[in-house]
């Protein structure tokens, strides 16, 4: 198994460009998540998904939108890219089904994509 | 607001040491705490996970301990080694309602030979 995997590794963009972040997994997962990591603060959800067809915004959702069309792929578009979206982004991934069965599940990350907007 | 806080925010210490990372939390209502290393340039790795009828788990080396009562976590590294440094990050996430899990901004150590 790959796990999860993210591209790509590096991504420069200039203001107003949009652009793709791809995520997969091969583990059938139903969960798949977005967070984005920025210095001196925790890592925070951008959007997730429990399942193919269905997603929702987590705690920083503006500026971002994700589709999940199949189980293994969760991709997250930057509509109009914002300095203040320079961020390492990660993907991740669990079997869990809902917000209940999340509780024993171990959650992967992929090993996540540096943006920066110039 | 859920917070997590994470003590100290960078520790070092000397190759064969233990030490003991903190975690304080208001998330509720509580499902599980977790706890993962991020090495540098990397992804996080799960180390544990606690529900909240666990007062500790080990995982090899790291010990977590969960005091539900005084929200309060913590993981113990015993006899570090090189490879432990690293970022280590709590993760608390509540139940009931969407899911969305508060991160600690994370300790970061440093083991030094």
């Known amino acids: 198994n790959a796990g999860v995997t993210q591209t790509p590794k590096f991504q420069v963009l200039k203001t107003g460009q949009s652009m793709t972040l791809q995520c997969a997994q091969d583990?059938?997962?139903?969960?798949m998540s977005w967070y984005r990591q920025d210095p001196g603060m925790g890592l925070r959800l951008i959007h997730y998904?429990?399942?193919?067809?269905?997603?929702d915004q987590g705690e920083v959702p503006n500026g971002y939108n994700v589709s999940r069309s199949t189980t293994e792929d969760f991709p997250l578009r930057l509509l109009s890219a914002a300095p203040s979206q320079t961020s390492v982004y990660f993907c991740?991934?669990?079997?869990?089904?809902?917000?209940?069965?999340?509780?024993?599940?171990?959650?992967?990350f992929g090993p996540g994509t540096r943006l920066l907007v110039l | 607001k859920n917070q997590v806080e994470q003590s100290p925010q960078s520790l070092i210490i000397l190759e064969g040491k233990n030490c003991t990372l903190q975690c304080n939390y208001t998330v509720s209502p509580f499902s599980n705490l977790r706890w993962y290393k991020q090495d540098t340039g990397r992804g996080p790795v799960s180390l544990t996970i606690?529900?909240?009828?666990?007062n500790t788990k080990s995982n090899g080396r790291y010990t977590a301990t969960l005091d539900a009562d005084t929200k309060q976590s913590s993981l113990h590294i015993t006899a570090s080694q090189l490879s432990d440094s690293a970022s280590y990050i709590c993760?608390?996430?509540?139940?009931?309602?969407?899911?969305?899990?508060?991160f600690g901004r994370g300790t970061s150590l440093i083991v030094h030979p």
């Open positions: 993760v608390v996430i509540a139940s009931g309602g969407s899911y969305i899990p508060t």
């Open positions: 998904s429990v399942g193919a067809g269905i997603t």
């Open positions: 583990m059938n997962h139903e969960y």
């Open positions: 606690m529900t909240f009828s666990e």
């Open positions: 991740a991934s669990s079997g869990e089904t809902g917000a209940v069965a999340i509780a024993g599940e171990t959650q992967y």
